[in-house]
């Protein structure tokens, strides 16, 4: 059965080794944890991956996750 919403990502050897370890002591499973990795990096860097723009936007709140 097909999966809505599915990424693909690559990690070095290294990265997926320390992944790995993370994964076996906190019990969850590596998607599980990338997944609260990137979330907790958006909410803590919302303009991140926002583009300069000329009129300088702070916004107060991010629209990426509510």
Known sequence: MPVANRISVSFNDQEF???ERLSAHTQKTKAELIRTIV???????????????????????????D
């Open 17 to 19: 080794t320390t992944l």
């Open 39 to 65: 979330e907790e990096y958006l909410r803590e860097h919302p303009d991140r991956f926002r583009r300069e723009t000329t009129i300088r936007v702070k916004r107060q709140k991010n629209i990426l996750s």
